[in-house]
């Protein structure tokens, strides 16, 4: 393999010469064989890198401290790298020690190299334009890396907040399907009301609603950056007015809504926003595995459970029991939710853990991060295409429940009061006869007047003009 030799403060090492990544990468590479996941796996990541470093290399070109040949070739690199190309080339472990140096220079390097190509020059030929003191002029890992984490977290919440608002979807058009298919309701898994399954669908959909409205207003706290903070927050190294003048671009190139932290010193230490947004993807996956645990409550059977709704068969579900089918979207949407509320505890102690004027942990808390929107991202999207589109209600089972529950007696209390509803209801679990049959047998209530209590519309509160399903 034909190598270059490049050198750092350890010294000289041969790298692949062709390779745009250069000797800061080869390092780390060696350093942190942790995952085998590189940063290049993470799209969002990457065009993140790309486009604060063509907002630095502009502002430098505004201020005369970078020529218009070099920050012209920067920006076209950047472009290249914004629109996927080179993604093979930041090769440096996802975890890693720095606090983000290694993802740094690998951006620098990539970048730098294939700006001496658009300058006309070769690989490796820093004299021409340097990774250090061009791409990453007036800058810091330190300012650069959580700035590019912010970019690429609102960038990705974009896809989830798509692949909820079709969740969403699919169960609001599920609740009108069944607005009239009347059915028990539950509490701690014992009867309690009638209701309909329309209205079961419609609060899945609310409460992952409220969730989206929740990731909306969390990751409107990561437009605000500390870019221009250099390496602690005072702006060293960085010219008077480069703070604004980034941030502009940076708002014109991201077509973001971005400010610049009104303390930078705070904002380069303190990793919260990431910690709030994690919280919220906690809450998501919290909510999810829940809706996921009650399909296959309500699926369970399909002899000896519930059998209140059929999920979609997607595929056969046991090596041994012949013609067995297992809920295994939800299964793995619920697996999903479990990696994410694991995933938040780790960003909580890496936010912890940092110390005076870094935080040394933000690697893991982008890993941690990128990993929680994609996993709940494509675990909405499954959950939506492969299970609550192909729902169908087992309409005479429902009945059924309904009619024999004795859960009934609840609607009788205001006319027969508590004690005498409570000895019914007792008999009719005795006698496994339904209410209806006690309340007549006893004289309590008029045919007429009892069916008129216990009319499924009036149970499950329809509006007047509603008539409820209880049969197919």
Same mark, same amino acid.
């Given at each position: 393999?034909?190598?270059?030799? $490049?050198?750092?403060?350890?010294?000289?090492?041969?790298?692949?010469?062709?390779?745009?990544?250069?000797?800061?990468?080869?390092?780390?590479? $060696?350093?942190?064989?942790?995952?085998?996941?590189?940063?290049?796996?993470?799209?969002?990541?990457?065009?993140?890198?790309?486009?604060?470093? !063509?907002?630095?290399?502009?502002?430098?070109?505004?201020?005369?401290? &970078?020529?218009?040949?070099?920050?012209?070739?920067?920006? !076209?690199?950047?472009?290249?790298?914004?629109?996927?190309?080179?993604?093979?080339?930041?090769? @440096?472990?996802?975890?890693?020690?720095?606090?983000?140096?290694?993802?740094?220079?690998?951006?620098?390097?990539?970048?730098?190299?294939?700006?001496? !190509?658009?300058?006309?020059?070769?690989?490796?030929?820093?004299?021409?334009?340097?990774?250090?003191?061009?791409?990453?002029?007036?800058?810091?890992?330190?300012? #650069?890396?959580?700035?590019?984490?912010?970019?690429?977290?609102?960038?990705?919440?974009?896809?989830?907040?798509?692949?909820?608002?079709?969740?969403?979807?699919?169960?609001?058009?599920? %609740?009108?399907?069944?607005?009239?298919?009347?059915?028990?309701?539950?509490?701690?898994?014992?009867? %309690?009301?009638?209701?309909?399954?329309?209205? +079961?669908?419609?609060?899945?959909?609310?409460?992952?609603?409220?969730?989206?409205?929740?990731?909306? +207003?969390?990751?409107?706290? &990561?437009?605000? *950056?500390?870019?221009?903070?250099?390496?602690?927050?005072?702006?060293?190294?960085?010219?008077?007015?480069?703070?604004?003048?980034?941030?502009?671009?940076?708002?014109?190139?991201?077509?973001?809504?971005? #400010?610049?932290?009104?303390?930078?010193?705070?904002?380069?230490?303190?990793?919260?926003?990431?910690?709030?947004?994690?919280?919220?993807?906690?809450?998501?996956?919290?909510?999810?595995?829940?809706?996921?645990?009650?399909?296959?409550?309500? /699926?369970?059977?399909?002899?000896?459970?519930?059998?209140?709704?059929?999920?979609?068969?997607?595929?056969?579900?046991?090596?041994?029991? =012949?013609?067995?089918?297992?809920?295994? *979207?939800?299964?793995?949407?619920? !697996?999903?939710?479990?990696?994410?509320?694991?995933?938040?505890?780790?960003?909580?102690?890496?936010? $912890?853990?940092?110390?005076?004027?870094?935080?040394?942990?933000? =690697?893991?808390?982008?890993? /941690?991060?990128?990993? /929680?929107?994609?996993?709940?991202?494509?675990?909405?999207?499954?959950?939506?295409?492969?299970?609550?589109?192909?729902?169908?209600?087992?309409?005479?089972?429902? %009945?059924?429940? @309904?009619?024999?529950?004795?859960?009934?007696?609840?609607?009788?209390? =205001?006319?027969?009061?508590?004690?005498?509803?409570?000895?019914?209801?007792?008999?009719?679990?005795?006698?496994?006869?339904?209410?209806?049959?006690?309340?007549?047998?006893?004289?309590?209530?008029?045919?007429?007047? &009892?069916?008129?209590?216990?009319?499924?519309?009036?149970?499950?509160?329809?509006?007047?003009?509603? +008539?409820?399903?209880?049969?197919?």
């Amino acid at each position: 393999m034909n190598t270059r030799i $490049e050198h750092d403060l350890l010294g000289a090492k041969e790298v692949p010469a062709q390779a745009y990544w250069g000797v800061h990468t080869a390092r780390a590479v $060696e350093n942190f064989p942790i995952t085998g996941t590189t940063i290049g796996r993470y799209e969002h990541l990457i065009c993140a890198l790309a486009v604060v470093k !063509q907002a630095a290399a502009r502002t430098n070109a505004d201020f005369g401290l &970078l020529s218009d040949e070099r920050a012209a070739a920067i920006d !076209q690199a950047c472009n290249e790298i914004r629109a996927g190309q080179l993604a093979d080339q930041f090769i @440096v472990d996802v975890i890693q020690g720095g606090a983000g140096t290694s993802t740094n220079m690998n951006a620098n390097e990539v970048i730098g190299n294939r700006a001496l !190509q658009i300058m006309g020059h070769e690989i490796g030929q820093y004299q021409y334009l340097h990774p250090a003191d061009h791409v990453n002029m007036s800058q810091s890992t330190n300012d #650069v890396y959580p700035t590019a984490l912010n970019i690429a977290t609102i960038t990705s919440c974009d896809g989830l907040d798509a692949a909820m608002a079709q969740l969403i979807s699919a169960f609001d058009d599920k %609740a009108t399907e069944f607005d009239r298919v009347i059915k028990m309701g539950r509490t701690q898994l014992q009867d %309690a009301v009638p209701m309909t399954l329309g209205q +079961e669908m419609r609060g899945y959909a609310v409460t992952i609603s409220e969730d989206r409205q929740r990731l909306a +207003e969390s990751t409107a706290l &990561l437009h605000e *950056i500390n870019m221009g903070a250099t390496a602690i927050g005072t702006r060293l190294n960085a010219p008077p007015g480069y703070v604004d003048a980034v941030c502009k671009h940076l708002r014109a190139l991201t077509e973001l809504p971005l #400010v610049t932290a009104e303390n930078l010193i705070e904002a380069t230490q303190d990793p919260g926003a990431f910690v709030h947004v994690s919280g919220i993807l906690r809450r998501i996956a919290v909510k999810l595995s829940k809706i996921c645990n009650d399909l296959r409550l309500l /699926s369970s059977g399909p002899r000896a459970g519930l059998h209140e709704i059929n999920l979609p068969a997607v595929q056969a579900g046991s090596s041994i029991m =012949p013609g067995k089918v297992n809920p295994v *979207i939800p299964e793995v949407v619920t !697996q999903v939710c479990y990696s994410v509320i694991g995933n938040d505890l780790t960003i909580t102690m890496a936010a $912890e853990a940092g110390q005076l004027q870094l935080n040394a942990f933000e =690697p893991i808390i982008a890993r /941690s991060l990128f990993e /929680s929107i994609a996993q709940l991202t494509a675990a909405c999207q499954t959950l939506t295409t492969r299970c609550v589109r192909g729902i169908t209600a087992n309409v005479s089972t429902m %009945a059924a429940h @309904v009619h024999h529950s004795i859960g009934l007696a609840t609607a009788l209390n =205001p006319y027969l009061g508590y004690a005498k509803t409570t000895d019914v209801a007792r008999e009719a679990l005795d006698s496994h006869r339904s209410v209806a049959d006690i309340v007549l047998e006893r004289g309590y209530l008029g045919e007429q007047q &009892l069916r008129q209590i216990l009319a499924p519309e009036r149970l499950a509160n329809l509006s007047s003009d509603s +008539e409820a399903v209880v049969s197919s």
